[in-house]
């Protein structure tokens, strides 16, 4: 059964910015009608989808966070990866990576790392 | 706000049946095919239904899904304790070419 797994510090500094891994087990990550997403969940909230990427390198980002996001892909280690920069309090949140299925009309995120806490604080 | 709508909680008790629904917009639920997660405490979310009414290996066949025009719905049959936790509806949104989620739902079973 595929396995995603995120990394990274779990506190960062306002205005710094944040950067994290998902590393993919017992899988391909070089799969088709599959993208490797993101998605937060601040304290005691919602979720927020921020993005994904193909194995290509193609990318779709959320409008409201696009001009902070950068996700990556190295397909050689099966990770992708996640950088927002100018952070703020905001920002502080569970950061779960995820398989995002995507096939014409129909998207689902179907296998989910277990998430990480991302503190932004001083 | 979410751009899909749901309602902040629904409570029902043991062995009923409840519904959660989720509105959204001709972009969005008027377009695309449906999920929805169920994300009990302290974990991650898990996928309950896909492309509207399809179930994942494992998934009981008390939870079910439907669509109609721009709005979803959840239903749970046969209530357990078990079954308390948050629930989300998400789906692609044609025009921003995003992923959405809805506010999410908490189910108390009571």
């Known amino acids: 059964q595929l396995q995603l797994q995120e990394s990274g510090p779990g506190l960062v500094k306002p205005s710094e910015t944040l950067s994290l891994t998902c590393t993919i087990s017992r899988g391909s990550i070089n799969t088709s009608s599959y993208y490797w997403g993101w998605i937060r969940q601040p304290p005691g909230k919602g979720l927020e989808w921020i993005g994904g990427i193909y194995y290509s390198g193609s990318t779709y980002y959320n409008p409201s966070l696009q001009s902070r996001v950068t996700i990556s892909v190295d397909t050689s280690k099966k990770q992708f990866f996640l950088n927002l920069n100018s952070l703020t309090a905001a920002d502080t949140a569970v950061y779960y990576c995820?398989?995002?299925?995507?096939?014409?009309?129909?998207?689902?995120?179907?296998?989910w790392g277990q998430g990480i806490l991302v503190t932004v604080s001083s | 706000q979410s751009v899909l709508t749901q309602p902040p909680s629904v409570s029902a008790a043991p062995g009923q049946k409840v519904t959660i629904s989720c509105a959204g917009s001709s972009s969005n639920i008027g377009k695309n095919y449906v999920s929805w997660y169920q994300q009990l405490p302290g974990t991650a979310p898990k996928l309950l239904i896909y492309?509207?009414?399809k179930r994942p290996s494992g998934i009981p066949d008390r939870f079910t899904g439907s669509k109609s025009g721009t709005s979803a719905t959840l239903g749970i049959t046969g209530l357990q304790t078990g079954d308390e936790a948050d629930y989300y509806c998400?789906?692609?949104?044609?025009?921003?070419?995003?992923?959405?989620f809805g506010g999410g739902t908490k189910l108390t079973v009571l």
């Open positions: 492309e509207n009414n």
């Open positions: 995820a398989r995002l299925s995507i096939v014409e009309m129909a998207t689902h995120h179907d296998f």
């Open positions: 998400g789906t692609w949104d044609s025009s921003l070419s995003a992923e959405l």
